[in-house]
Nanobody
Framework: QVQLVESGGGLVQAGGSLRLSCAAS????????MGWFRQALGKEREFVAT????????DYADSVKGRFTISRDNAKNTMYLQMNSLKPEDTAVYYC????????????????WGQGTQVTVSS
């Protein structure tokens, strides 16, 4: 089992920045591929970014490319999402997710999830 806890969400004005964190426990963190997903009110959960277990490989949704940066610190068992130039359409609950070894972009391929953290961007 893997336990994931997100933090860092909040209310920010358009153009601002936030940094989300996801702390993991229960498995060797360096064996986990990780991802961020988000779900806006009334919409389906969508892919935001993923990172390989080594941290070398990353992938982003087109809507966040160039604005968001995913990273991880395997020594601290923590993954991050730096979000810059935030837009109102980024408003959603952000979830971190984990799976063993190979990264995937579809949420249904991740067995482990955090509880989510709310990000609200005002215009």
């Amino acid at each position: 089992q893997v336990q994931l806890v997100e933090s860092g969400g909040g209310l920010v004005q358009a153009g601002g920045s936030l940094r989300l964190s996801c702390a993991a426990s229960g498995r060797t963190f360096s064996s986990l591929a990780m991802g961020w997903f988000r779900q806006a009110l009334g919409k389906e959960r969508e892919f935001v970014a993923t990172i390989t277990w080594s941290g070398i490989g990353t992938d982003y949704a087109d809507s966040v490319k160039g604005r968001f940066t995913i990273s991880r610190d395997n020594a601290k068992n923590t993954m991050y999402l730096q979000m810059n130039s935030l837009k109102p359409e980024d408003t959603a609950v952000y979830y971190c997710a984990a799976r063993m070894w190979q990264v995937r972009s579809f949420s249904n391929e991740y067995p482990f999830w955090g509880q989510g953290t709310q990000v609200t961007v005002s215009s």
